[in-house]
């Protein structure tokens, strides 16, 4: 079978469930070498595990929370220790959902979703945007493509008075990712941001949203995305050669209209 990413290394957050499992499973099956990271051991071991009994890619999982500093450099450590060089593929996708407006959203959840979602995602873009570029140093950047990707969201783009916290967070990654972007495409390291509409996975329980309004939503403008379709994009985005950038991909169900 073809490998078309055989020679890459890759780093993916938030890959025990959803769309980060989805993009690890992708990455592996077209040859990559990737780094699985989460919090829950036992279900990162079980994916890491299916994904090395298929025998496309290899995995190795880095658990821990990608808020933490010690986590986010051990996760690019290993990669480099175990697959012989620095990751070239960083998906920056550990995150959770907040339901809910300004006024009736649970406050007690909004560090937690501001650490995860904002802080995590720039320790990590910043880490591994430091790592990539002196690993390109002054060589040929056309050789050998870097990618960081960035999983957005479409309320990161458009407001929403129905999850206005969780927004914030993605409009303010969105804002770092493009600035990120502007700061080391120069240099040769693509920065993407891949906004997906409604995505059916563990968000929509985690996030605390009311099953029976969503089960309606889902009515309206289902079918919704599946985390598989989210990796495709992915794939798509880090498969072109390394001078052609799309840099900003929005994913959304066919007949969601809203936002
Ligand atoms: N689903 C949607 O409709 C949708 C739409 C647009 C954007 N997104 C974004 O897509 C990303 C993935 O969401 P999803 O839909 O795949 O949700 P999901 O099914 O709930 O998966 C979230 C993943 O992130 C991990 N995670 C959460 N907090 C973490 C932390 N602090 N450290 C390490 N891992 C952590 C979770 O694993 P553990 O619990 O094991 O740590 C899980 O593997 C998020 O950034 C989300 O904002 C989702």
Same mark, same amino acid.
């Given at each position: 079978?073809?490998?078309?990413?055989?020679?890459?290394?890759?780093?993916?957050? %938030?890959?025990?469930? %959803?769309?980060?499992?989805?993009?690890?499973?992708?990455?592996?099956?077209?040859?990559?070498?990737?780094?699985?990271?989460?919090?829950?051991?036992?279900?990162?071991?079980?994916?890491?595990?299916? @994904?090395?009994?298929?025998? #496309?890619?290899?995995? @190795?999982?880095?658990?821990?929370?990608?808020? #933490?500093?010690?986590?986010?450099?051990?996760?690019?450590?290993?990669?480099?220790?175990?697959?012989?060089?620095?990751?070239?593929?960083?998906?920056?996708?550990? /995150?959770?959902?907040?339901?809910?407006?300004?006024?009736?959203?649970?406050?007690?959840?909004?560090? &937690?979703?501001?650490?995860?979602?904002?802080?995590?995602?720039?320790?990590?873009?910043?880490?591994?945007?430091?790592?990539?570029?002196?690993?390109?140093?002054?060589?040929?950047?056309?050789?050998?493509? *870097?990618?960081?990707?960035?999983?957005?969201?479409?309320?990161?783009? *458009?407001?929403?008075?129905?999850?206005?916290?969780?927004?914030?967070?993605?409009? !303010?990654?969105?804002?770092? !990712?493009?600035?990120?972007?502007?700061?080391? /495409?120069?240099?040769?390291?693509?920065?993407?941001?891949?906004?997906?509409?409604?995505?059916?996975? &563990?968000?929509?329980?985690?996030?605390?949203?009311?099953?029976?309004?969503?089960?309606?939503?889902? &009515?309206?403008?289902?079918?919704?995305? &599946?985390?598989? #379709?989210?990796?495709?994009?992915?794939?798509?985005?880090?498969?072109?050669?390394?001078?052609?950038?799309?840099?900003?991909?929005?994913?959304?169900?066919?007949?969601?209209?809203?936002?």
């Amino acid at each position: 079978m073809m490998s078309p990413m055989r020679h890459r290394v890759a780093v993916v957050t %938030g890959a025990s469930a %959803g769309i980060g499992e989805a993009v690890a499973r992708e990455l592996a099956r077209l040859g990559a070498s990737v780094v699985l990271n989460a919090r829950r051991e036992e279900q990162l071991a079980r994916v890491v595990g299916e @994904i090395n009994e298929a025998k #496309d890619g290899e995995a @190795i999982a880095c658990p821990g929370d990608a808020a #933490d500093a010690g986590v986010v450099t051990e996760m690019l450590d290993r990669a480099r220790d175990h697959f012989g060089s620095e990751a070239d593929l960083v998906v920056v996708n550990a /995150g959770r959902g907040l339901a809910g407006s300004v006024l009736d959203s649970d406050t007690d959840q909004w560090e &937690e979703m501001v650490r995860t979602n904002l802080l995590g995602a720039a320790r990590l873009m910043r880490e591994a945007a430091g790592r990539m570029v002196v690993g390109i140093g002054d060589g040929d950047w056309r050789e050998r493509a *870097h990618d960081i990707v960035v999983i957005g969201s479409n309320v990161g783009r *458009h407001i929403s008075p129905f999850s206005s916290m969780y927004g914030s967070t993605k409009f !303010a990654v969105h804002s770092i !990712a493009e600035a990120l972007r502007r700061e080391i /495409g120069p240099r040769g390291v693509r920065v993407t941001l891949v906004e997906p509409g409604i995505v059916h996975s &563990e968000f929509q329980r985690v996030a605390g949203y009311d099953p029976e309004k969503f089960g309606e939503f889902m &009515e309206k403008v289902g079918p919704v995305l &599946e985390p598989a #379709d989210v990796a495709r994009a992915v794939a798509f985005v880090v498969s072109q050669p390394a001078a052609v950038h799309v840099n900003d991909l929005v994913i959304r169900p066919t007949r969601q209209d809203y936002p």
